[in-house]
DNA sequence: AACTTCACG
DNA sequence: GACGTACGTGAAGTTC
């Protein structure tokens, strides 16, 4: 088909493409003979998401990518220093280039480029004909140089942010339309491509400028007129400097192309040419989903063969087929299997239940794993799919009872001399001890993973297997289905359930033989065995136990806030003048930003207004101009914590007791926080309120049982303490020896205030000094949090920079650490990978201030991990029971006559946590409470 | 499912 | 001249 009229062009910036591509992934290589290949992969991902997005009702009839050919163009004859300042483009992306063209073909899209012209000038001379065929053209791109393109049927697209580029994104860029674009460029420069334009003139100026002369060559025929001395002579000067730069951004729409619009016209990928193209760049998931789609057989994966990688399965692993796996329906076919067991030492094992709440779920089966290759799965609480006639369903046939069964397994399981491997094991531990087992020794694949592979990659069972069996799981959706017709594990028919439960124990000892050795090759072993396995038990214990809520209490706090949200909701209405959703940030916005006129509304990405509590706290404030609005911010202030109360906690809480034991169960993941935290799921008891008066009282609600009473023990300060321990930093680890308030001694220190002239505004600004250090300290993140100018801001920091000179040292050293070895470690040797750290653009940023903060908040939580896996045996006899851990407390239930003893007991055990393997030098501080409730002992 | 907001250390 | 930043989490509600 002819271009013409009806037709729409797809332009894709290919350079944009490949840069993005290269800096948003790691520097992946091809597993068979290490060529660097993430470039390409990132590339080949945003093709295909590319195709799959552009099918919709405005698809396009024709579609090109355009790339930039050589480095040398008709604009280095104009400027020899034109992107002169560019790096050199990086080592392993250059063998990378040529691959991207060859995927662009692969997937059958025109691939063009053209020596001598960067790939914006074919760019403008595609559009150019296109617009003058008549048809509409869409550039996939964000980059600003194009945006002199736009309007009249071309618009531009940022497939990053899903957003359009017209005519009036535009203008809110350059403050001037499309067709002035260049003008405003050509005044401002560009640092990037080193485009000289006017010293002294940014975009804002240069906009400024045009709207009130017309156009540049008005502007500097008449830049004498100008008023301001600094502006005038810049134009002045520097005129021919400034033509010369609008001849560079000035985009040539008439490049000498040898090919046609119709060449363009979109073809249908050839799926053969594909898949051997994404198969031999060795990208399995995205060759499995290209094969996927088009319904045909992916080629046979390549051999790989010269590889030291350990990730390469052992060699003489068999494949993994479910179709392989036995199930056990009898006790002599179980007993045939836990001999095997006994004689190899070791056993993967899963169970399979009813639900993910580990304290409502029914054992289903438990699948067994001794072998690679060789597992069974034995169903043990199966029913018919089908409900029977009284609502009832029918145990299924030839199935174990599960007494029997358990019993057979018990002494297995509890065999100190058979090591039970599992993913998860914290999660079958507890269906086992409900079924009074208590599964030990054990290992566990996913704090393996953790412990070798934390900030890399998460560690499910579904990542893991792919990742380190290139393999893809069953997915459990297959068997349950998803959503409102899910339905649970029992009702899945047996032979389908034993191919997936029993692949689950067969990836796992996989999983188990891969990492074993290679934790020694990483250095972890240690932190794997003093660190995440001992956990287990002591986590599982501690939800089992669950903590007391008073749900009457919670529940007569939920009645009174309602009552209370209404009222304000009430009066919200009438300030606004319209009755509107308080909870909906896009309604508050559009009321205040635009119905009630308030300045200074500030769109985020999406394009809505952000009204965050820092943003209406602004608006409070302006009583004098606006006093609607400031009323009106005020009430949806209040009304939004009562809102987050209600629905997060007092509501929220009381669903989560538990019918049988009247306890509030939380979960715990060890390997969810990239920093060795822990973090608590099922309800989040990580988070309940404690800093508004109003919030603190829910822990009122969180109370011990007859005849005892909650005690809480918590580190003080101890982010500091290790800061000033790896850092060492003597004023303050002398301070902290002394036992002085840190943060007036901080403040003491850098704004010459003797302690007893000490303010606690003054204190404050040391504290959160000390704070930001801790999380890698920025000018700007300080002014904000205290509310300064950023000026005032980074002097405190160069001061105390000045007053602690190990801190900047300690903050080089592990930014330089973290490039060298892309991972940081704490004072256990806990690793904490940041592959980011070497990234450009603002991610660099990012991982470095997590960098930074890693080995402190780790340490911190590593000593708190120790402290509690001592802590059963260091309490042992004393009728106590440890409920739950927020990061630097732990929190007990404990009888009234033994609480002094407990805490002594407890404190011994925290504050001498780290010791033996790490003498700090600084002493740990514990400070306790007790009481009825949380509330109180806190 | 993504985004925004807000609770904690 | 402009941009975009404090670290680590989980949950609820709205919007698409």
Redesign the pocket.
């Known amino acids: 088909m002819a271009f013409g009229k009806g037709c729409h062009l797809h332009l894709i910036d290919g350079s944009a493409f490949i840069f993005r591509a290269y800096h948003a992934l790691p520097p992946l290589t091809r597993k068979s003979d290490g060529l660097p290949i993430g470039a390409v992969a990132g590339f080949c991902n945003m093709l295909w998401k590319y195709i799959e997005d552009a099918k919709g009702s405005d698809a396009p009839t024709h579609a090109a990518v355009i790339f930039d050919k050589g480095s040398h163009t008709f604009r280095n004859d104009m400027y020899d220093k034109y992107k002169a300042n560019r790096d050199e483009m990086p080592q392993d992306l250059r063998p990378q280039m040529p691959l991207t063209r060859e995927a662009t073909r692969a997937f059958n899209i025109a691939c063009e480029e053209l020596e001598g012209y960067e790939a914006d000038d074919i760019i403008a001379t595609l559009a150019r004909q296109a617009r003058e065929a008549g048809g509409r053209v869409t550039i996939i791109s964000s980059d600003k140089d194009l945006m002199q393109l736009v309007g009249g049927g071309v618009e531009m697209f940022d497939a990053m942010k899903n957003r359009a580029i017209g005519v009036e994104e535009v203008e809110a860029k350059f403050g001037v339309g499309p067709d002035r674009v260049v003008d405003v460029q050509a005044l401002a420069g560009d640092?990037v491509d080193n485009i000289p334009g006017a010293p002294?003139?940014?975009?804002?100026?240069a906009a400024l400028l045009i709207n009130e002369y017309g156009d540049l060559e008005t502007l500097l025929a008449r830049a004498s007129e100008i008023k301001q001395p600094k502006r005038r002579e810049s134009l002045v000067d520097n005129a021919d400097q400034i033509r010369l730069s609008k001849q560079l951004v000035t985009l040539d729409p008439q490049t000498p192309i040898t090919f046609t619009l119709d060449d363009l016209e979109i073809r249908e990928p050839l799926v053969e040419t594909l898949l051997d193209f994404l198969n031999r760049m060795e990208f399995r998931t995205l060759t499995r989903r290209v094969a996927e789609k088009f319904n045909a057989e992916p080629p046979p994966a390549i051999e790989i063969t010269a590889s030291t990688d350990a990730a390469t399965p052992a060699q003489d692993a068999p494949p993994i087929t479910p179709e392989s796996y036995v199930c056990i329906r009898d006790a002599k076919t179980l007993e045939k299997w836990l001999d095997q067991a006994r004689a190899r030492g070791w056993v993967a094992v899963d169970t399979e239940t009813t639900s993910l709440d580990e304290m409502q779920a029914d054992l289903v089966g438990v699948s067994l794993c001794i072998k690679a290759g060789q597992a069974a799965y034995i169903p043990l609480g199966h029913s018919m799919g089908e409900d029977d006639l009284f609502g009832g369903t029918a145990r299924a046939e030839g199935q174990m009872d599960m007494d029997a069964a358990l019993a057979l397994l018990k002494p297995v399981l509890e065999d100190d001399s058979i090591l039970k491997i599992g993913q998860n094991m914290k999660y079958d531990f507890k269906i086992f001890a409900r079924h009074g087992i208590r599964v030990a020794p054990i290992d566990d694949t996913m704090l393996m993973s953790y412990a070798m592979f934390s900030g890399l990659h998460n560690h499910g069972m579904d990542a893991l297997s792919d990742r380190y069996l290139n393999h893809q799981p069953i997915p459990i959706k297959d068997l349950i289905g998803s959503g409102k017709s899910q339905i649970t594990f029992d009702k899945v028919a047996i032979d389908t359930a034993t191919r997936y439960a029993a692949e689950d124990a067969d990836i796992t000892l996989r999983l188990w033989q891969q990492f074993k050795p290679r934790l020694h090759r990483e250095q972890v072993t240690t932190v794997f065995e003093t660190l995440e396995r001992p956990m287990v038990p002591v986590l599982a214990d501690m939800e089992m136990a669950g903590v007391k809520v008073d749900a009457q209490v919670l529940s007569r706090m939920s009645n009174a806030f309602a009552q209370k949200m209404a009222g304000l909701e009430d009066e919200i209405a009438q300030i606004a003048g319209t009755p509107f959703?308080v909870?909906?940030?896009?309604?508050l916005g559009e009321i205040l930003f635009e119905k009630m006129g308030v300045e200074g509304g500030k769109k985020?990405?999406?394009g809505?207004y952000?009204?965050?509590?820092d943003v209406l706290e602004d608006v409070t404030t302006l009583e004098d101009v606006n006093p609607q609005a400031a009323k009106l911010a005020a009430r949806v202030l209040d009304w939004?914590?009562i809102a987050?109360l209600k629905?997060?906690y007092t509501d929220?809480l009381q669903t989560h007791v538990n019918p049988e034991t009247g306890r509030v169960h939380t979960s715990y993941?060890i390997a969810?926080?990239?920093?060795g935290?822990l973090?608590?799921?099922?309800?989040?008891l990580?988070?309940?309120?404690?800093?508004?008066e109003e919030?603190r009282r829910i822990r009122e609600a969180f109370v011990a049982g007859p005849g005892m009473k909650i005690v809480s023990l918590d580190y003080s300060q101890i982010e500091l303490r290790i800061l000033a321990h790896v850092a060492d930093l003597p004023e303050m680890k002398q301070a902290f020896k002394e036992g002085l308030d840190i943060h007036a001694m901080t403040a003491s220190e850098m704004f010459d205030v003797p302690l007893d002239q000490m303010t606690s505004d003054i204190r404050r600004k040391a504290k959160?000094?000390n704070?930001?250090v801790i999380?890698?300290?920025?000018g700007?993140?300080?002014a904000?949090?205290l509310r300064i100018p950023r000026a005032e801001a980074q002097g405190f920091i160069d001061r105390y920079f000045e007053r602690f000179p190990g801190i900047r040292q300690y903050m080089d050293d592990t930014v330089a650490f973290a490039k060298e070895h892309k991972f940081v470690q704490t004072l256990f040797g806990r690793k904490i990978h940041t592959p980011e750290i070497t990234s450009k653009g603002?991610s660099a940023?990012?991982a470095k201030?997590?960098a930074i903060?890693a080995p402190i908040?780790g340490a911190a939580a590593d000593i708190i991990r120790r402290a509690m896996i001592r802590m059963p045996a260091a309490i042992a006899g004393l009728p106590a029971t440890m409920l739950l851990q927020?990061?630097?407390?732990l929190i007990f239930e404990v009888e009234n006559g033994a609480i002094d003893d407990l805490i002594a007991a407890a404190r011994a055990t925290m504050v001498g946590a780290a010791e033996p393997v790490m003498k700090l030098s600084v002493p740990l501080v514990v400070d306790a409470g007790q009481g009825a409730s949380w509330a109180e002992a806190h």
Do not use: M
Not at 686 to 692: D, K, T
């Open positions: 640092s002294g003139i940014g975009v804002k100026t959703n909870g909906s940030p896009k309604q985020g990405k999406t809505a952000g009204t965050g509590a939004r914590q987050k629905s997060t929220a993941s969810g926080a990239n920093t935290r973090a608590s799921t099922d309800p989040n990580q988070n309940i309120p404690v800093r508004s919030g959160a000094i704070f930001g999380y890698g300290i920025s700007f993140g300080l904000r949090n603002p940023g990012f201030r997590a903060n908040q927020v990061h630097d407390e």
